[in-house]
């Protein structure tokens, strides 16, 4: 196996998918300490900047250039990323950077990719990524979530095509039943150039925050 270490995006980069009037945002404390949900508002900006905004944009990047070796490749993973509650516009649930969306963006632009689909089994909403890609005939969502925790995201909720109940009771064998069948309609139906899989390790048992009980 063999690793790739991302580098420093420029921020033309970053603006050709994130809104500028949101990276200025990031300037201040209290907005970062609200993005992660962490009281950080006391910290100086530039550490925050070192420690915080800057290893979670390489994240991002690194999902960005995991796609891109997918496609040479045929798979890649990316061990950071994965922030599926940021949007273009904005970052919620320790989510700052939507990574998700600068891959469906950065694989149309690079490599001429129409026909996406989104896999995403974290727990939670994927709400971010599925504000981005409203009403967008070429990306196609299958999200598997527990319907009960945060954040209860309405109108993102209308992005998705294979939308999978998960609960509190739902057992693995049932879990895998439900995300096998449904991935196989997807792909049927839908019949995706690539597949964007995000995992979250939050809907394993005994996982406070997620609530679910699928075993490793």
């Keep these: ?11 033309r980069w970053l603006l050709d998918v994130v809104k500028a009037g949101y990276l200025f945002s990031h300037n201040f404390s209290a907005k970062v300490s609200k993005l992660v949900e962490l009281p950080l508002c006391f910290l100086p900006g530039w550490f925050l900047r070192s420690q915080l905004l800057e290893p979670m ?3 991002s990047v690194g999902s960005v250039d995991s796609a891109y070796l997918a496609m040479e490749k045929g798979w890649a993973i990316n061990l950071s990323g994965g922030f599926h509650h940021a949007r273009k516009d904005g970052g919620e649930g320790f989510c700052v950077y939507p990574d998700i969306t ?30 981005d890609h409203l009403e967008d005939e070429n990306t196609y969502i299958l999200d598997a979530y527990n319907h009960s925790i945060y954040p209860g995201d309405q109108l993102a909720k209308s ?11 739902t057992n693995t064998e049932t879990f895998l039943a439900d995300v096998r069948t449904a991935l196989d309609e997807a792909i049927a ?8 899989y995000n995992a979250g390790t939050d809907i394993l048992d005994m996982d406070p925050l997620g609530r679910c009980h699928i075993s490793p």
């Design 57 to 59: 944009c390489l994240g």
């Design 159 to 169: 992005a998705i095509q294979k939308d999978i109940y998960v609960q509190s009771s």
């Design 1 to 11: 196996m063999k690793f790739h270490e991302p580098c420093a995006p420029s921020r």
């Design 102 to 131: 600068m891959i469906t963006h950065y694989l149309r632009r690079v490599y001429n990719v129409k026909k996406i689909m989104i896999v995403d089994l974290d727990a939670h909403q994927g709400n971010g990524h599925e504000r």
């Design 189 to 196: 139906e839908f019949q995706p150039e690539f597949l964007v």
